[in-house]
């Protein structure tokens, strides 16, 4: 058989059977290992459709720690999720905040300290970073992750607090800025943040990512931190952005950037182009009517007319933007079935309120994450 007909036959395999092929013979593990087919494999998986990625997470004390974190895949469909990937340490993981995914990676940080993680949940590699520059604000630790397309390497960008002064108008901190390339072996200082780094969830498209700043009751800001320069530059912040509304998000939809607004029983999207420079760069996609009430509504994809929401960490919805009416898809406590192995279910829930599920849009790749 031909070399490019090989190729294209090992491009269509999922990454578990790539990686087994690569003992077949000297010619497939060579063609495997080089870039380019690693590239390429990507670009087939982000084609073959919607796939999305599951994390339950335990609630516990948040001083507590899980002694597992599971990778779970879901099509988007049904009520059947299978595992991917199981990591197990007998010292445990700190309970993390929102994951975030680039390129087939997922990163997750700890909540109340230091510890980051990055995991390939196809190829099973798993690293946990170094400790960064101490922040003296005990919070959610701010944390992006993203891809600098000119040069392929994948960076996680962590703001922290050097101090700060409780005075009325919040004017004396120091913010810092520090960037990690997966790969390399420490952290990197960056060009410090015009402004304070809030607690809201970055967004990353290729090339950037966008952070929400300021201090309440301030006036609310964006920034964008691109990934070839590591530099900030401001970018308008959407109109209805409020810095003490702590069930908005800044999310990714369909390749924009995106904002979540959550007032009442609607949730506003809004969407911007990156680099847009305007004043104003920002439009209202769509209004979505509520089945009822509900505080936390992150959507996390946009495919074929409709937009991938997840409410209260149970639910994954879909809303149809051709009929414009929100549709429930599967509540991950009380209807899904997970696999852990062919024939071996793990009731995640089962309606029991000790677990949330964090949900992320997902493509299997053979991206590396480095020493």
Same mark, same amino acid.
């Given at each position: 058989?031909?070399?490019?007909?090989?190729?294209?036959?090992?491009?269509?395999?999922?990454?578990?059977?790539?990686?087994?092929?690569?003992?077949?013979?000297?010619?497939?593990?060579?063609?495997?290992?080089?870039?380019?087919?690693? %590239?390429?494999?990507?670009?087939? *998986?982000? +084609?073959? @459709?919607?796939?999305?990625?599951? /994390?339950?997470?335990?609630?516990?004390?948040?001083?507590?720690?899980?002694?597992?974190?599971?990778?779970?895949?879901?099509?988007?469909?049904?009520?059947?999720?299978?595992?991917?990937?199981?990591?197990?340490?007998?010292?445990?993981?700190?309970?993390?905040?929102?994951?975030?995914?680039?390129?087939?990676?997922?990163?997750?940080?700890?909540?109340?300290?230091?510890?980051?993680?990055?995991?390939?949940?196809?190829?099973?590699?798993?690293?946990?970073?170094?400790?960064?520059?101490?922040?003296?604000?005990?919070?959610?630790?701010?944390?992006?992750?993203?891809?600098?397309?000119?040069?392929?390497?994948?960076?996680?960008?962590?703001?922290?607090?050097?101090?700060?002064? %409780?005075?009325?108008?919040?004017? *004396?901190? +120091?913010? @810092?800025?520090?960037?990690?390339? /997966?790969?390399?072996?420490?952290?990197?200082?960056?060009?410090?943040?015009?402004?304070?780094?809030?607690?809201?969830?970055?967004?990353?498209?290729?090339?950037?990512?966008?952070?929400?700043?300021?201090?309440?009751?301030?006036?609310?800001?964006?920034?964008?931190?691109?990934?070839?320069?590591?530099?900030?530059?401001?970018?308008?912040?959407?109109?209805?952005?409020?810095?003490?509304?702590?069930?908005?998000?800044?999310?990714?939809?369909?390749?924009?950037?995106?904002?979540?607004?959550?007032?009442?029983?609607?949730?506003?999207?809004?969407?911007?182009?990156?680099?847009?420079?305007?004043?104003?760069?920002?439009?209202?996609?769509?209004?979505?009517?509520?089945?009822?009430?509900?505080?936390?509504?992150?959507?996390?994809?946009?495919?074929?007319?409709?937009?991938? /929401?997840?409410?209260?960490?149970?639910?994954?919805?879909?809303?149809?933007?051709?009929?414009?009416?929100?549709?429930?898809?599967?509540?991950?406590?009380?209807?899904?079935?997970?696999?852990?192995?062919?024939?071996?279910?793990?009731?995640?829930?089962?309606?029991?309120?000790?677990?949330?599920?964090?949900?992320?849009?997902?493509?299997?790749?053979?991206?590396?994450?480095?020493?």
């Amino acid at each position: 058989m031909p070399d490019h007909i090989s190729e294209q036959v090992l491009l269509r395999l999922p990454v578990k059977s790539i990686l087994r092929f690569r003992s077949v013979c000297k010619s497939w593990c060579a063609m495997i290992a080089e870039p380019r087919f690693v %590239s390429l494999q990507l670009q087939m *998986s982000k +084609s073959r @459709g919607l796939s999305m990625l599951i /994390l339950p997470l335990q609630n516990m004390n948040l001083h507590e720690r899980m002694q597992r974190i599971r990778f779970i895949g879901y099509p988007g469909y049904g009520n059947v999720a299978r595992l991917v990937h199981e990591r197990v340490c007998s010292s445990g993981f700190a309970l993390w905040t929102h994951p975030l995914q680039c390129d087939g990676l997922v990163v997750a940080a700890a909540r109340l300290s230091s510890e980051i993680f990055v995991c390939n949940p196809a190829t099973k590699e798993f690293v946990e970073l170094p400790a960064g520059t101490p922040d003296v604000w005990d919070n959610f630790q701010k944390v992006g992750f993203g891809v600098d397309p000119s040069t392929g390497e994948h960076k996680v960008v962590r703001c922290f607090m050097r101090h700060y002064y %409780s005075n009325e108008d919040f004017t *004396s901190y +120091s913010c @810092g800025c520090e960037v990690f390339t /997966l790969g390399s072996r420490a952290w990197r200082p960056a060009l410090d943040p015009p402004y304070v780094i809030v607690d809201m969830m970055p967004l990353s498209i290729p090339g950037a990512i966008y952070w929400s700043a300021g201090s309440p009751p301030a006036t609310p800001r964006m920034l964008r931190f691109d990934l070839q320069d590591e530099e900030f530059t401001n970018f308008p912040p959407p109109p209805c952005m409020d810095l003490e509304d702590h069930y908005s998000y800044l999310t990714e939809l369909g390749g924009k950037l995106c904002y979540c607004h959550s007032p009442g029983d609607t949730v506003q999207l809004w969407v911007a182009d990156d680099g847009a420079t305007k004043a104003a760069p920002w439009s209202q996609l769509c209004t979505i009517k509520l089945l009822r009430p509900c505080r936390e509504i992150i959507p996390f994809a946009a495919y074929e007319g409709g937009i991938f /929401l997840y409410v209260n960490f149970s639910v994954i919805c879909r809303y149809d933007t051709g009929r414009q009416v929100l549709e429930p898809v599967v509540n991950m406590h009380r209807d899904m079935d997970y696999f852990l192995s062919e024939d071996k279910l793990y009731p995640f829930g089962l309606g029991a309120s000790n677990w949330i599920h964090f949900v992320v849009q997902y493509s299997e790749s053979m991206v590396t994450i480095g020493n």
